[in-house]
């Protein structure tokens, strides 16, 4: 049994993050959420809150993120929602909407 | 868990290194590496390889939308060192798509990433599909304020195949731009003739200017947008110092 887990970012004003908002719903819409095990929330303003403490376990620097924890195997960190949706949930993604994505989040002006 | 921390691990310890030694350990632990030639002052990195390893991989991404100088600048690269440079170009199709649909100028109107992810971003993913790990001329001084954190090495997830790692290498992220222009000189590297003419940072030509006297360089790119802020930061570094 895979145990997936999501984490997303609240700003200190209590706030989602733009994109952490932006996936959720499109998860949503495409009922993806009930296959998540768990949202687990990275408080901006406290570094001890469960979301950060596991961005720091996983040294991940960009939310949202997804854990993926097969039994009995190591787990394994999406913080590309395409590639976590395509090879996780075996979902169809567009390239528009893969390059968006890569564009929004990899800084690549220096190209 | 393994191969993130020996990536961190290993990316502290190069930290501390030149230029030139991140290059030589990432061309001796990779066979199938690529360098990323922008046409600009990255050439340092083929000036730095080509001194380690003669048998370079190299491309360049030709948007078609680059300067003359820029054209003009790739091929005496390449006949400078004698090496192969792989030019790589967007999906025709995709690109008449955009033109017809918005226009030669679409990124005036609204943001430069349409156009840049049909232009360069997806020619690029195709060509990092062939590739292990690939070199970038990226420093931290060209924007501080979304570079200001850019590793020498790290675990590329964005364009890796499935279920497989790429590494990315920033041999130049410590480096500032004094000191490529100082190599440049000591070294006579061949350069864009575009420098000479006011430009810093080298792009598409519609969507790059020379800069003034006390403007960043950054100012020459994209001037019609506001600066964005990257808001989906967990600040990891902040993390870990208060945890660990």
Not at chain 1, 90 to 106: F, G, H, Q, R, W
Request: aromatic content about 8%; some cysteine.
């Amino acid at each position: 049994m895979t145990k997936i887990t999501m984490v997303k970012k609240i700003f200190a004003d209590g706030s989602p993050c733009k994109k952490c908002g932006e996936v959720e719903e499109k998860m949503r819409e495409a009922g993806q959420l009930e296959q998540l095990d768990k949202i687990v929330i990275a408080y901006e303003a406290d570094p001890q809150s469960e979301g950060m403490q596991l961005a720091a376990k996983h040294n991940v620097d960009r939310a949202p993120f997804f854990i993926v924890e097969p039994e009995s195997q190591d787990a394994k960190i999406y913080t590309v929602y395409f590639k976590f949706v395509k090879e996780v949930l075996n979902a169809k993604t567009s390239e528009d909407e893969e390059l968006k994505e890569i564009m929004n989040d990899v800084d690549l002006d220096f190209l | 868990m393994g191969n993130i921390t020996n990536i961190v691990d290993i990316d502290s310890e190069l930290a501390l290194q030149t230029p030139q030694e991140i290059l030589r350990y990432a061309l001796e632990n990779h066979n199938n590496i690529a360098i990323s030639f922008s046409g600009a002052e990255d050439v340092v990195l083929i000036d730095m390889a080509y001194k380690i390893r003669k048998d370079l991989q190299v491309f360049s991404l030709d948007t078609g939308r680059l300067h003359t100088e820029t054209y003009r600048f790739i091929e005496q690269v390449r006949k400078h060192y004698n090496i192969n440079i792989d030019v790589v170009y967007p999906e025709a199709s995709r690109v008449e798509k955009l033109v017809k649909e918005k226009g030669l100028f679409s990124f005036y109107d609204g943001d430069h990433k349409e156009c840049c992810g049909i232009r360069k971003i997806a020619p690029l993913r195709k060509q990092l599909l062939t590739v292990d790990a690939w070199i970038t001329g990226q420093r931290r001084d060209q924007s501080p304020g979304t570079r200001a954190a850019v590793p020498v090495m790290q675990d590329d997830k964005a364009f890796a195949r499935p279920d497989e790692k790429l590494t990315k290498f920033n041999p130049l992220a410590n480096w500032t731009s004094k000191q490529v222009w100082d190599y440049i000189r000591e070294n006579n590297v061949p350069y864009n003739e575009l420098h000479d003419k006011g430009f810093i940072s080298i792009g598409c030509e519609p969507c790059t200017r020379p800069t003034g006297p006390g403007q960043h360089e950054r100012e020459g790119r994209w001037w019609w947008e506001e600066a964005t802020l990257k808001e989906c930061g967990l600040h990891a570094v902040n993390i870990q110092k208060q945890t660990l």
